[in-house]
């Protein structure tokens, strides 16, 4: 493994949001292809990242500037990305749900969903089901991500699965939840397709929906 | 033995005895009802919605209203005094969005409050430093207050609360001023702006407590404060950042109470999976720990009954998923706290959290479950 690929990781690892793009442009410089970087450097970082969020060892503060630290350095590989055409993982629409205004935890799911080579489309917070449906009929996704950290508004996931259902879009996509109050038996009470618990298992499970 | 009082009730339970029942706490500091299982409820009871307007003590959050014929009619144990908002320091409704006292922005949507942006957001350190803090004395009034209490104390034999006056915390309300993710980033990034915020939050939380517990502090034997500091599998800041930021502004805050309220129990709500500390909780001088919720990580009952029993009363533990299945599960999850918690006293039973989907029959369960198989 190239050492730049190490720094890469490093500095993710550390949340070095600063150092990140400089070592993804050095590694660039160095000529290695933009597939590698992202493989070996940033997503097996981020893949560490949620491993030592699952442990306890990182909190939300570590994670959110780990996944800054990607983000910035994502921006700088895009591009290349983009002219070696490596396709993504496929597209995922995310949203919080109607009624809800939380965004720290789908924000979060974004960021590794990116990390993993995911394009990510983001329709904020307090989504409605028509929003969703909308968005599915428009761009087609492989996945649509949903987020509720309120008890209140986590019946609004599944007033959403009934509107894909009724738009006759349900098969079309896999459905996956998760937040704070979200649980695997209630995921599978709705019709979800999966449930995570945290942001890192988020990304790991939509990957093996799209493999 | 002469039948016990509420209070009576209480304070033996506080002093880790055991009374002739487990004591009972409804419409505190996350555990309300949501409005909608509140008038659900009320259907239920033939009750009249006419006249509750006179129950609503506060608007603009999900639940409203503290209804004190519940609390007669479950032989509640406490009784709760409310520090009131000055008219003229309500939050102020635009369109769709309030704002508060502190300049945050909630939006409504739905039936549901919600909140959007805080006014410390993008702000660098200048810009925090320069931020104008709430003064409580134009926002809080206590004329009567004192009196209000002493009668309440006398009317009702219960058990007397302070009715948490802040709602929130100081990691929830750093997080509200500056925006979660921000926020969270600072505690790493930027300690400084961490710091100063806290330091504020903090400064704004004593002097409220200050009006609140000069004029009641004698009359009540709980104290409610609050924060949220646990995710459903861990902390959300790590043990090592709460210690440095949020522990010593708990520590302040609960020294200052205890002047204020000597003969008080400092009742502390956290949700979340919140074990690994627990005995800093301690050491901050938390009494009462609430909801101590069954469903998140490490937070099993009888293993913090086992842990921390001697050091700590557990308030609270009844769940959110049993309450909203049948009958049958609403009962065995209160007799399934009650074994763990309730032997040698300090327990008090209550929900997990605001009561939200669970049907009215089992709200009425509950309390009867707690009343009969709570006896000891």
Same mark, same amino acid.
């Given at each position: 493994?190239?050492?730049?690929?190490?720094?890469?990781?490093?500095?993710?690892?550390?949340?070095?949001?600063?150092?990140?793009?400089?070592?993804?442009?050095?590694?660039?410089?160095?000529?290695?292809?933009?597939?590698?970087?992202?493989?070996?450097?940033?997503?097996?970082?981020?893949?560490?990242?949620?491993?030592?969020?699952?442990?306890?060892?990182?909190?939300?503060?570590?994670?959110?500037?780990?996944?800054?630290?990607?983000?910035?350095?994502?921006?700088?590989?895009?591009?290349?990305?983009?002219?070696?055409?490596?396709?993504?993982?496929?597209?995922?629409?995310?949203?919080?749900?109607?009624?809800?205004?939380?965004?720290?935890?789908?924000?979060?799911?974004?960021?590794?969903?990116?990390?993993?080579?995911?394009?990510?489309?983001?329709?904020?917070?307090?989504?409605?089901?028509?929003?969703?449906?909308?968005?599915?009929?428009?761009?087609?996704?492989?996945?649509?991500?949903?987020?509720?950290?309120?008890?209140?508004?986590?019946?609004?996931?599944?007033?959403?699965?009934?509107?894909?259902?009724?738009?006759?879009?349900?098969?079309?996509?896999?459905?996956?939840?998760?937040?704070?109050?979200?649980?695997?038996?209630?995921?599978?009470?709705?019709?979800?397709?999966?449930?995570?618990?945290?942001?890192?298992?988020?990304?790991?499970?939509?990957?093996?929906?799209?493999? | 033995?002469?039948?016990?009082?509420?209070?009576?009730?209480?304070?033996?339970?506080?002093?880790?005895?055991?009374?002739?029942?487990?004591?009972?706490?409804?419409?505190?500091?996350?555990?309300?009802?949501?409005?909608?299982?509140?008038?659900?409820?009320?259907?239920?009871?033939?009750?009249?919605?006419?006249?509750?307007?006179?129950?609503?003590?506060?608007?603009?959050?999900?639940?409203?209203?503290?209804?004190?014929?519940?609390?007669?009619?479950?032989?509640?144990?406490?009784?709760?005094?409310?520090?009131?908002?000055?008219?003229?320091?309500?939050?102020?409704?635009?369109?769709?969005?309030?704002?508060?006292?502190?300049?945050?922005?909630?939006?409504?949507?739905?039936?549901?409050?919600?909140?959007?942006?805080?006014?410390?957001?993008?702000?660098?350190?200048?810009?925090?430093?320069?931020?104008?803090?709430?003064?409580?004395?134009?926002?809080?009034?206590?004329?009567?207050?004192?009196?209000?209490?002493?009668?309440?104390?006398?009317?009702?034999?219960?058990?007397?609360?302070?009715?948490?006056?802040?709602?929130?915390?100081?990691?929830?309300?750093?997080?509200? &001023?500056?925006?979660?993710?921000?926020?969270?980033?600072?505690?790493? $990034? !930027?300690?400084? +702006?961490?710091? /100063?915020?806290? =330091?504020?939050?903090?400064?704004?939380?004593?002097?409220?407590?200050?009006?609140?517990?000069?004029?009641?502090?004698?009359?009540?034997?709980?104290?409610?404060?609050?924060?949220?500091?646990?995710?459903?599998?861990?902390?959300?800041?790590?043990?090592? &950042?709460?210690?440095?930021?949020?522990?010593?502004?708990?520590?302040? $805050? !609960?020294?200052? +109470?205890?002047? /204020?309220?000597? =003969?008080?129990?400092?009742?502390?709500?956290?949700?979340?999976?919140?074990?690994?500390?627990?005995?800093?909780?301690?050491?901050?001088?938390?009494?009462?720990?609430?909801?101590?919720?069954?469903?998140?990580?490490?937070?099993?009952?009888?293993?913090?009954?086992?842990?921390?029993?001697?050091?700590?009363?557990?308030?609270?533990?009844?769940?959110?998923?049993?309450?909203?299945?049948? =009958?049958?599960?609403?009962?065995?999850?209160?007799?399934?706290?009650?074994?763990?918690?309730?032997?040698?006293?300090?327990?008090?039973?209550?929900?997990?959290?605001?009561?939200?989907?669970?049907?009215?029959?089992?709200?009425?369960?509950?309390?009867?479950?707690?009343?009969?198989?709570?006896?000891?």
């Amino acid at each position: 493994m190239k050492a730049v690929l190490d720094s890469i990781y490093e500095s993710i690892l550390r949340g070095d949001i600063g150092g990140t793009p400089a070592r993804v442009q050095e590694a660039l410089e160095e000529g290695l292809d933009a597939n590698t970087i992202l493989q070996q450097g940033m997503v097996r970082a981020m893949t560490q990242v949620g491993h030592l969020f699952e442990q306890g060892e990182y909190f939300v503060p570590e994670m959110l500037i780990s996944a800054h630290a990607m983000k910035r350095g994502l921006q700088i590989l895009k591009p290349h990305l983009v002219e070696a055409q490596i396709a993504s993982l496929g597209t995922v629409v995310i949203g919080t749900v109607q009624g809800d205004l939380h965004d720290i935890g789908k924000n979060l799911v974004i960021m590794m969903l990116e990390g993993a080579g995911f394009d990510v489309h983001d329709l904020g917070t307090d989504v409605s089901a028509t929003e969703f449906v909308e968005t599915v009929r428009e761009t087609s996704p492989h996945i649509v991500a949903m987020s509720a950290l309120l008890t209140t508004t986590m019946p609004k996931m599944k007033a959403t699965i009934e509107a894909l259902i009724d738009a006759g879009l349900r098969e079309r996509v896999r459905v996956i939840v998760g937040g704070a109050p979200v649980t695997a038996r209630f995921a599978e009470e709705i019709g979800a397709d999966g449930f995570a618990p945290d942001a890192s298992r988020a990304a790991a499970l939509a990957s093996s929906l799209v493999s | 033995m002469s039948k016990l009082s509420n209070r009576e009730r209480v304070l033996l339970a506080f002093n880790h005895k055991e009374a002739d029942r487990v004591p009972i706490d409804f419409l505190g500091n996350a555990s309300l009802l949501v409005d909608e299982a509140y008038f659900h409820l009320l259907d239920h009871l033939g009750w009249s919605r006419g006249e509750i307007g006179k129950y609503r003590f506060r608007r603009g959050s999900t639940a409203n209203y503290y209804d004190t014929r519940l609390l007669e009619l479950f032989d509640i144990d406490f009784r709760r005094i409310f520090l009131p908002v000055r008219e003229s320091a309500k939050m102020k409704r635009n369109g769709d969005r309030f704002v508060d006292y502190w300049g945050i922005v909630w939006k409504k949507s739905d039936i549901y409050i919600n909140y959007e942006r805080g006014p410390l957001e993008g702000l660098d350190i200048d810009g925090v430093a320069g931020y104008e803090w709430p003064d409580p004395t134009k926002i809080w009034q206590t004329e009567g207050l004192g009196k209000q209490a002493r009668d309440l104390s006398l009317s009702s034999g219960c058990a007397l609360v302070a009715r948490n006056p802040v709602t929130y915390g100081f990691l929830d309300r750093a997080c509200n &001023l500056r925006g979660m993710e921000q926020f969270m980033m600072d505690l790493l $990034l !930027n300690p400084e +702006i961490a710091r /100063l915020i806290i =330091e504020g939050v903090l400064k704004v939380n004593c002097k409220v407590y200050e009006l609140f517990l000069t004029a009641v502090g004698p009359y009540v034997q709980m104290v409610e404060t609050g924060d949220d500091l646990g995710g459903q599998n861990n902390l959300l800041i790590s043990p090592k &950042l709460y210690r440095e930021f949020i522990k010593p502004a708990e520590i302040a $805050l !609960n020294r200052r +109470i205890k002047e /204020l309220a000597p =003969e008080a129990r400092i009742f502390m709500h956290s949700d979340g999976a919140i074990r690994p500390i627990i005995p800093d909780l301690i050491e901050a001088g938390v009494d009462i720990l609430n909801p101590i919720q069954p469903s998140a990580a490490g937070m099993e009952s009888a293993d913090l009954k086992r842990d921390f029993g001697e050091q700590l009363i557990f308030h609270g533990g009844v769940d959110q998923p049993a309450q909203e299945g049948s =009958e049958a599960e609403t009962r065995a999850e209160v007799r399934r706290r009650i074994d763990a918690l309730a032997p040698g006293g300090g327990y008090v039973l209550s929900t997990s959290n605001h009561i939200l989907g669970a049907p009215p029959e089992n709200v009425v369960a509950m309390f009867d479950e707690a009343r009969t198989y709570g006896a000891y």
